[in-house]
Every structure is written in C-alpha cells, then in structure tokens.
C-alpha cells in the first residue's frame, strides 16, 4: 500500500504542477487577428478565447512568432499568380490567427501528451490544426501538435526558435532527396534569406562548398556562416559567373529555377520551396527536379514524417551546425509592419514578433 502509495508521488507532483500553471491560464488573450482579406489594415489586435488543447495538443504561452511569406500571402487571400510544380497554398479561413512558428513555455498539456511538462521551453510548427477557433502563433497563447513542439536547443533564444520551424524544415525537406555528399558544390538562389540560409548552412554541414546569390547588404553575414562564393545578383547574372553545380537549391522563383538548369551537371539535381521547371526541361538538361508535396502530405514510403524532420532540424542546432539569424523584431502590435517588412523581400534570416519579453 505505502510502495504504491510511493510510486505515485511523482505523478501527484506532476498533476499538481500541471493543476497549478493550468490555474494561471486566462479565459482570453490577445491576438492578432486577420479580419478579412487585404493589406495590413485587416490585421488587428483583438480579445479572443484561449482554447484548450485537445489530445495530442499541447497550449504554449507564447514569447516569439516568426513571420513567413506565407502569413501575408494568405493575407492577400493568395493573390499570387500559380507556379508549375508549385504546391498549392493551405486552405484557411480569411478570418484567422496568423504565424505558423511559435516558442515559449508550455502552459497545458492535452491527453495523452507524454514526454513534455507544464514549463518546458519550447518551439513548435503550429500547421492549420484547429478549425474549431481561432489558433495561430500571432497570440499570446497558442495551441499546437505535441509531436511537432521540441525543446529549445541550447544556447537558442526564444525569438532565434520561433524562426526555426518552416524555414528550417522545407530545407530539411528539400535537401535530404538530393543527398548531397561532402565536396559537391550547392548553388543556392536567394541564400540570405530564411530558407536560403538554412540550406545554406546545412549544406555546409554534409562538407559541401556553398555558393549563393545575394545582394551586398548581406555578405558579412554570409561569410560569417562559411559560405564559399556570393554572387551580387544585383550586379551580375548567375549563370555567367558560376562554375557548374551538383545541387541547385532555389527559394525565390521558377523561372530562375529554369534558368538555374543551365548551370547543373548533367546527373545533378534541383531541389527547390517554389516549384521546379518543367519536366521536358529537366530531361534535356538530365537533372533531376524532384516535386515537393504538400507539406502535410503522408510521406512517400522511406521518407521521413514532419515531426522527424523538424527532430532532425533541432538536432543540426543542437550540434550548433544550424543557428537562426534575426533580422528584424517587431512587438506583437506591429504585425502588419513586420509583415510589410517581410513582403519587401530583402531579410537577412528572419524576422520575428515578440510577444513576451
Ligand atoms: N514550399 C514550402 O514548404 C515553403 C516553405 C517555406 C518557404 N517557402 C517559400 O520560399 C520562398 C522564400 O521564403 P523565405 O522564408 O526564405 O523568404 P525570405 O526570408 O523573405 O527571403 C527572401 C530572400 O530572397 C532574396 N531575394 C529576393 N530576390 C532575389 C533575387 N532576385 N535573387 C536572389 N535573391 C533574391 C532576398 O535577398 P536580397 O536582399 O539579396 O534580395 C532575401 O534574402 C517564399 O516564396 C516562401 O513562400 C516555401
């Protein structure tokens, strides 16, 4: 009876620990909440419901969201004109939470979450998990996948592991297909920028020689996380410049994914976030242009799940191979203009919101 009574000391504990931060949760917070399709001015601050996690969910209380193209595409209600071979955008309602990044403490654990604990640090993929409220990272609170949250590396900032997830992971996803070997040369299209960066540097770490198109205001930077060759595409056209390459990594365009073909290896391969040119295109040119799914699709047999990747993505930070660079941070209040900020195109890594200092 004592030993039994013994055993479960810890979970009490535990219980009454969750009980207790749960207790603290607020019935409402504040958000930033997209009211209808449109410019900036459609983002406005509002009181909206905490929602409860559900099973397999997690609540955090959020410190830092990361601002990604996707928020104001979605915004503008995806205005962009359709890409061949690129993905189609997520469903959402015009009325929404933006920000699909988060980091802070956790502050409920749903049923069934095991392996985190009520103020645990964390960062998350939020993805488009629940259609029963209002739920995105641009929030004081934010409910997300137990199984996509992870502990913060060490030494990371909350604002630096806000700036983690979908930049992190579409390289991860992109680059492992093409299994870049050590001394293969990667050409990277758009190399400062959150995706650029982030295959960048994990390209440096499987020993390839990175070369990259940016323009000048982000050289120091570049070199600083050893990229090889920087190209001033403001100055000069890649193809003229660049010896050719095994893997071509392209987050800006398809069209400069077309162009792109002109300096792969035969045998070489594409791997690219906005689609890839047509398939007639990359037969002549023998290189291999493998399509991205949707990033919620069930992975193809042998290829790893989102939450493997975004472990494999927090491992290369671990191991300090991967760091974050923030470019910009805006207060929650200010999200449009870090939105604005972020459609101008030009960011050294990421831009991020603070919700809590
Ligand atoms: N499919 C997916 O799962 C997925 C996931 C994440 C992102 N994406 C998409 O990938 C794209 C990039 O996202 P991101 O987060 O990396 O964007 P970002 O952080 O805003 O980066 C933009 C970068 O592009 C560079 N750039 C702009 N025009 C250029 C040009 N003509 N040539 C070379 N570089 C140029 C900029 O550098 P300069 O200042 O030098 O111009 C800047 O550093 C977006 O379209 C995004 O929606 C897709």
Known sequence: MIRKYLRSVPSVAAALVALHASAQVPTTQTAVVQTRNGGPEVLELQSVPVLEPGPGQILISVHAAAVNPVDWRMREGYSGRPQPGRRPPP?????????FDAAGTIAALGPGVTGLSVGDAVFAMIGLIRVDGLNGGYSEYVVAPANRSLPLPDGFTFAEAAGLGTVGLAAARILIPVDIQPGQRVFVNG???????????????????????????????????GVDQIVDYTQVNFEDVVEPVDVYVETVSVEFATRGLKIIKPGGAIASVVGVPAPELCQQAEVDCPELGPPDAQPEAGAMSEPELLAHVRQLAQEGSYRVNVDRTFPLAEAGAAQEYNREGHTTGKVILIVRE
């Open 191 to 225: 190399i400062a920028g959150g995706v650029g960066s982030s295959a960048a540097q994990m390209a440096k770490a499987l020993g390839a020689v990175v070369i990259g198109t940016a323009s000048a205001r982000h050289h120091e930077y570049l070199e600083s996380i």
């Open 91 to 99: 469903s959402s309602p015009p009325v929404r939470i933006p920000g």
